[in-house]
């Protein structure tokens, strides 16, 4: 087995969970929608005061951020799942790991990053300082892989299950706490004009941390679950 | 050798129904006398009067909360590499049992930090990560009882489980790193404590008698899930036969 070939099958996964994700456009407009509208609620839930927004606007927009990711996370594996696909994948000579490290990348390109690049919207709508922008982006750019990466675990953990949906969020929403409390931190600490450098290095190490074991844990998880 | 023989459901459970009377009687005593001791005998504390002896039960059940999981964990990481059955059941058996000392913790300390700190409840750091414990529990629990399959259940919940283990250190470790609230440690095992040993006597008491309490109630859980799981196998008809003519 040549490192190249292994090369060619993280391409051919990578761009096979690409194009079928853009030929069901709507699932992967759906949790854009979502973000945008679960920030929106906040204004009119507790008030438009503009202060009250902006000091609130970095942790609405994580919140949106990890729900509109959790959404998202049903499509990992699900369709693979009932099609047979998966179980192709467990079957080639390549280690898992790597074939879902290559699914999860995909899965990111068209779920974290589409947030990233339409959070500034949800800011200015929150009334946020347009100075503080670049750090949000930030925040949200290296704390969004995590959140897929994280997800990948209970997304495989639940595949095929009766009320997967509800019970995806139990299991991952206290996983990506970490991530909301460093992430949302990052932008209220540089709202406050202090340095940011300790948040996003954390963040930048859960991002190491889970790109290393996540895929793995995910593999483990998908051999049980295809059991 | 005798690991082997007890790690077979059928012999260990006659050996976990003759521990289970002993455990059971040493922790009604430990529990008895610790928490006499605690509440009437162990002197007030000169800067938080009486309301500070609900720490005998506030950090025996936190220390438990803790020590459970890492049970937990580790009976799940047997599971998944050696595919042991008993470690399966020590699992599952854990995850309700933990959950219910996680529950405690969080109750007596939010009813001792109302006349302490004037608040039933702060954001801090290891408030925060004591209660995403209990979430990481129901969530086990939950995905156990989604999958009716028990070996995957229990394989399934055993990686959740490994997974949430990052959250012990933060735990253990929160009121060293973060300013918080909370106090820090009065007992630490190395150096020397910071509490009086007229309440420290009681106190360990209380965290053998939450141990032995664990054990005992550990023990009847797994007997039952044993005989669950063994169901269809001719020694369980013989026990269940038995015990009813």
Same mark, same amino acid.
Request: positive net charge; proline residues 6%.
């Given at each position: ?50 202060? =009250? ?7 609405? #927009?994580? $919140? +949106?951020? @990890? %729900?509109?990711?959790?959404?998202? /996370? &049903? ?50 709508? =929150? ?7 670049? #750090?949000? $982006? +930030?925040? @949200? %750019?290296?704390?969004?892989?995590? /959140? &897929? ?50 948040? =996003? ?9 889970? $790109? ?16 | ?245």
């Amino acid at each position: 087995m040549t490192s190249s070939s292994l090369f060619v099958a993280v391409r051919c996964v990578f761009v096979r969970d690409v194009t079928v994700a853009l030929r069901r456009s709507t699932d992967v407009l759906t949790p854009l929608v979502f973000f945008i509208i679960v920030g929106s609620l906040f204004p009119l839930g507790v008030g438009p005061e503009p202060n =009250l927004l902006s000091t609130m606007a970095p942790g609405v #927009i994580w $919140v +949106a951020a @990890l %729900l509109a990711t959790m959404l998202s /996370l &049903s499509r990992l594996f699900a369709n693979d799942y009932a099609d047979g696909t998966l179980e192709q994948l467990t079957l080639t000579p390549h280690p898992l790991t790597t074939l879902v490290l290559a699914k999860i990348m995909a899965h990111w390109l068209l779920t974290g990053l589409p947030l990233v690049l339409i959070s500034p919207l949800l800011a200015l709508q =929150l009334n946020f300082q347009y100075e503080n922008m670049g #750090i949000l $982006v +930030a925040s @949200l %750019l290296l704390g969004t892989p995590v /959140l &897929s990466l994280i997800g990948s675990v209970g997304a495989a953990l639940t595949l095929g299950l009766r009320g997967g949906g509800v019970l995806l969020s139990l299991l991952v929403l206290p996983l990506y706490t970490p991530v909301l409390i460093f992430g949302a931190g990052a932008v209220s600490t540089h709202a406050l004009g202090m340095d940011v450098e300790a948040h =996003l290095s954390l963040l930048a190490a859960l991002l190491v941390l889970s $790109v290393i074991f996540t895929p793995w844990v995910t593999a483990i998880a998908l051999r049980i679950s295809l059991d | 050798m005798i690991y082997k023989k007890y790690a077979s459901p059928k012999n260990f459970y006659p050996l976990a129904g003759r521990l289970i009377p002993w455990l059971g009687v040493l922790t009604v005593l430990l529990l008895a006398v610790g928490l006499y001791w605690g509440l009437f005998v162990a002197p007030t504390d000169y800067q938080q009067g009486e309301s500070y002896r609900i720490i005998f039960l506030h950090v025996p059940s936190a220390w438990m909360s803790m020590f459970v999981y890492v049970i937990m964990a580790a009976a799940g990481a047997l599971g998944l590499t050696w595919k042991t059955k008993l470690a399966e059941v020590l699992a599952s058996a854990c995850a309700p049992i933990g959950a219910s000392f996680t529950l405690v913790t969080l109750v007596t300390g939010s009813i001792w930090g109302k006349p302490m700190w004037g608040t039933w409840w702060v954001w801090d750091a290891r408030l925060t990560s004591e209660l995403i414990l209990l979430f990481l529990y129901i969530g086990f629990m939950a995905l156990e009882a989604s999958i009716e399959e028990p070996r995957r259940a229990a394989r399934a919940a055993a990686v959740l489980a490994l997974v949430g283990v990052v959250n012990i250190p933060i735990i253990h470790f929160s009121v060293e790193w973060w300013n918080t609230l909370h106090q820090p440690a009065s007992v630490s095992k190395l150096g020397a404590p910071s509490i009086h040993p007229s309440m420290l006597v009681p106190l360990l008491m209380m965290f053998i008698g939450f141990k032995l309490y664990f054990a005992t109630v550990v023990l009847m859980r797994m007997r039952y899930a044993i005989l669950e799981r063994e169901k269809h196998t001719r020694w369980v008809a013989e026990v269940v036969g038995t015990k009813a003519q």
